[in-house]
């Protein structure tokens, strides 16, 4: 716990040292790290929710000689 207050301190003290314009663009890096998580999260979440059914079509009997290549 100690490191991450340490961290968050350190970068505190750079932000109050940057321009208006130059934290605007953290803001917006920030921002877009977090719009990358969120989409690798429903990326995922839409594949799992997709097995059940993908499932029915790879696994048949009709398409085993397939699984083979």
């Known amino acids: 716990m100690q490191a991450n207050s340490m961290l968050e301190q350190r970068l505190l003290e750079k ?4 321009p208006p314009e ?3 663009l953290v803001e917006d890096f920030i921002d877009s790290l977090e719009k990358q998580k969120a989409d690798s999260s429903l990326t995922l979440a839409a594949a799992k929710l997709s097995e059940p059914v993908l499932l029915k079509i790879w696994d048949n009997p009709e398409d ?4 083979t290549l």
């Open 15 to 18: 932000l109050r040292q940057l």
């Open 22 to 24: 130059q934290i605007l």
């Open 64 to 67: 085993a000689e397939y699984d």
